[in-house]
């Protein structure tokens, strides 16, 4: 099944540094739920991704390959393509993402463009469903990729203002003259409870596996149960007409 998918994701931060974040893929694999980064040689990604349908579970292992890098056109081009580890089922993509400047100047719109062909057992949902699939995980990414970019120019501003506390380390002891602050010795300090210090999480919702019912269970309804009433109906029917041929 093949099919052509738009969309589009805004994070806080210049074009010049979303280039930078969005190249690091061992950095933003975890935004990505069911991602797994083995290997990655600056070119080349080799990992997995899990999909879960219910109580079964699918694991594709394949590469990523950048065929175009222009960081002055801010474009992207990638090819993607994996293989079912336990079935026949394949995937494959060509993903164009382009960069852009807000309005604001101060955060970047991606744009991607992604061509898709799928087979297997993910296929049988049909292309609505997939469609809507992708939406949401680009939705669930740019969330998770958002709050990764957050945590890192948090971590990166207390670690500016405590180097900047620890060179100006001295304090004032009357007008115009700076001494250094007095060392208490140990013995002599009294522990006080403090605060524990808030560790950077990884992002919230990066599961282990794109789980497609929690994703697009309405939509999965919406889909299978006009399929489970015609077949009770087809079921029921196939049985009048047997008890009727028989009754004759």
């Known amino acids: 099944m093949a099919m052509e998918m738009d969309h589009s994701f805004t994070v806080p931060v210049p074009p010049d540094r979303a280039w930078d974040v969005l190249l690091d893929v061992e950095k933003i694999a975890p935004c990505m739920p069911g991602a797994t980064v083995d290997e990655f040689d600056g070119e080349v990604v080799t990992g997995r991704i899990k999909v879960k349908v219910g109580p079964v579970s699918l694991t594709y292992r394949g590469t990523a390959k950048f065929t175009e890098r222009d960081?002055?056109?801010?474009?992207?081009?990638?090819?993607?393509?994996?293989?079912e580890t336990r079935g026949a089922g394949t995937a494959s993509a060509t993903v164009r993402a382009t960069l852009e400047p807000e309005?604001?100047?101060e955060g970047t719109t991606a744009s991607m463009h992604t061509t898709m062909n799928v087979t297997g057992r993910p296929a049988q949902f049909g292309r609505g469903v997939m469609i809507e699939v992708g939406s949401k995980l680009v939705e669930q990414f740019a969330q998770n990729l958002r709050q990764l970019i957050a945590e890192d120019g948090a971590a990166n501003g207390n670690t500016a203002a405590t180097a900047t506390d620890e060179a100006d380390g001295t304090s004032q002891d009357g007008p115009g003259s700076t001494q250094p602050s007095p060392v208490v010795p140990a013995a002599a300090t009294t522990s006080t409870p403090t605060a524990a210090t808030p560790t950077t999480q990884p992002p919230a919702a990066s599961a282990d596996s794109i789980n497609l019912v929690k994703l697009v269970g309405p939509s999965l309804l919406k889909r299978v149960v006009p399929a489970v009433v015609a077949a009770a109906g087809l079921a029921l029917l196939g049985r009048w007409l047997f008890r009727r041929n028989a009754k004759g």
Do not use: C, M, Q
Not at 71 to 83: H, M, Q, T, W, Y
């Open 103 to 105: 309005s604001g100047g």
């Open 71 to 83: 960081p002055d056109a801010r474009v992207i081009l990638l090819e993607a393509s994996g293989k």
